[in-house]
């Protein structure tokens, strides 16, 4: 890949960000090294982006790295900006995954050495600590940067009840400690579906609900009400057989699972903390869908989303799936909240895919997913203009948040609305974080918590995000560089200043 840099002349010039909102992606803003701030090339068409005026109106400053940072030490600015750094060299990432990957993971000494490289650099920029104590020290810190904390016991897959019970207490504990932070530090907890239903009893449930899909007449005795989780653009192609009913062993292993979800809302409900379901892969999906629905017809009342569920706008069906779920909410008297992301699995649904002889359920086109990702958000704040519903706004992407940003203005939702949220993973996209809290909106950092091993598969999924000099965190590392030559020069610029006699002069005088 060719690098590219961009000038400190241009830097300099960069005018708040306000760029159109179906042009490229945040990735593509800028192909910089942060170390290299002396050449000067002709700015390519990207960074030409970045400085020509365009007619949208925003309030989002993102250029002013001054102010950007000005709650992040020096220390934590180096830290983040080395971390970024080399998790976007490619060889480094891809010679990291093969070793996660690779047996020697299974050999202990080796596995220790690695585990604890692992924890001083991408564990330490990504994840809020190992424990819950060490996350609610992260809650404290990111609630004075002024964001609130995504509580994210970062547990995944599981494959018996055992496992689950002892999730479920995990979750359960992130409630408790939501409880025990400053009011408000806490937006929300999140969960996954996968740490409390056994992986595969979702792939039974969800063969099951997309063979109801196809024919209507197929009877599930155990379904409960839901909101609509296909559409007719909705991938099928993992159930191309009428799947056999659920055995009395699954029912009653559904039923658990339910329980468990049940007494994690009932807890949320209590403690006044609303809960957030993660999405995952298109071959599990529907059966998250399935219980997040089912739980959120039971709970989510008086105007107040207490259980939110996540649309993956990278999937051709995300536009119809939420505008149906919304409106039969809507008819049903139930408030529901979102978490809008782009999506996480982009490889895997594609390999997928392809694997069985079908096309990739994901948009055909990044301009799609863009496009699709803008739409739901504008819908979303349109319903919330009009008093329905709720929506996190989970992206990186800079385009989406000045479009969501300038229309909720233009809609008159007031900044500090409840029902909007924006939310970045801790540890990345810092300049959309604060450029975003300074405009006066609610900002989330979503912060993962658990033993080191625990978080591999979260961690491997960030690499992979950021790998790659046209990364999500580019511009990250443009502004950070840029921040921390400006405190070097200060520096310079007071020791020098101290050095001369004049200023010692001066010195002694004050003392
Ligand atoms: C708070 C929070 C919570 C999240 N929760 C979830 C979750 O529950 N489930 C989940 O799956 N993900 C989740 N994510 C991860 C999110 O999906 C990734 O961060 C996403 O990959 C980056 O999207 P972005 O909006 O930041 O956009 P950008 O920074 O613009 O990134 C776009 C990315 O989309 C990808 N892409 C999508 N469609 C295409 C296409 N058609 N062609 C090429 N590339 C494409 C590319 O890899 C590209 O890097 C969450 C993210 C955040 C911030």
Request: proline share 5%; aromatic share 8%.
């Amino acid at each position: 890949m060719a690098t590219k840099f961009l000038s400190p002349k241009l830097l300099n010039t960069l005018p708040p960000f306000t760029r159109f909102l179906s042009s490229a992606s945040t990735a593509s803003i800028a192909a910089v090294s942060p170390l290299n701030f002396d050449e000067k090339p002709e700015p390519n068409d990207a960074e030409k982006q970045l400085t020509e005026p365009t007619t949208a109106t925003t309030n989002l400053d993102l250029s002013d790295h001054q102010k950007l940072f000005a709650s992040v030490s020096t220390l934590k600015l180096l830290r983040s900006s080395a971390t970024l750094g080399l998790a976007s060299n490619e060889r480094f990432i891809d010679f990291g995954m093969w070793v996660m990957n690779s047996r020697l993971m299974e050999t202990s000494l080796v596995r220790d050495a690695i585990l604890k490289t692992v924890k001083h650099t991408f564990f330490q920029q990504f994840c809020a600590g190992e424990t819950t104590e060490e996350a609610a020290d992260c809650v404290r810190r990111v609630h004075d940067s002024g964001f609130r904390g995504m509580l994210v016991y970062a547990v995944e897959h599981t494959e018996d009840n055992a496992g689950c019970d002892r999730n479920l207490e995990g979750f359960i504990k992130s409630v408790e400690l939501s409880k025990s932070l400053p009011p408000s530090s806490v937006s929300f907890v999140i969960a996954k579906i996968t740490a409390i239903c056994p992986i595969g009893l979702l792939r039974r449930v969800s063969d099951l609900l997309r063979w109801q899909y196809k024919d209507p007449s197929f009877n599930l005795p155990w379904k409960l009400n839901t909101l609509p989780i296909f559409s007719d653009s909705s991938a099928l192609y993992h159930t191309l057989e009428k799947p056999a009913p659920l055995a009395s062993q699954e029912e009653l292993d559904l039923h658990l699972a339910h329980q468990r979800l049940l007494k994690l809302c009932q807890k949320c409900i209590q403690d006044n903390v609303p809960l957030t379901i993660d999405a995952e892969d298109t071959s599990i999906q529907p059966a998250i869908d399935y219980f997040t629905y089912s739980s959120a017809i039971m709970y989510n009342r008086d105007d107040k989303p207490i259980v939110y569920c996540t649309i993956q706008a990278y999937l051709k069906d995300a536009r119809e799936r939420l505008f149906m779920a919304t409106k039969t909410a809507e008819s049903l008297g139930i408030p529901m909240g979102f978490k809008l992301v782009r999506g996480a699995y982009m490889s895997s649904e594609s390999n997928l895919a392809s694997l069985l002889g079908y096309d990739s359920p994901i948009h055909n086109s990044i301009g799609e997913t863009h496009a699709c990702y803008n739409d739901c958000a504008s819908f979303m704040l349109e319903r919330i203009a009009d008093g329905y519903g709720a929506v996190v706004l989970a992206t990186h992407n800079i385009e989406s948040g000045q479009l969501v940003a300038s229309k909720a203005c233009d809609l008159g939702i007031r900044k500090g609305n409840q029902k909007l949220e924006f939310a970045q993973l801790y540890g990345m996209s810092e300049a959309l974080s604060f450029g975003l809290k300074n405009a006066g909106f609610q900002v989330s950092k979503y912060l993962p918590y658990g033993p080191v091993d625990m978080v591999v598969p979260y961690l491997l999924r960030r690499a992979e995000e950021n790998r790659g000099l046209l990364s999500t965190s580019s511009l990250d590392r443009i502004l950070m560089g840029k921040e921390l030559m400006r405190r070097q020069k200060k520096l310079q610029f007071t020791k020098s200043k101290m050095a001369s006699p004049s200023s010692i002069k001066v010195e002694i005088g004050t003392e």
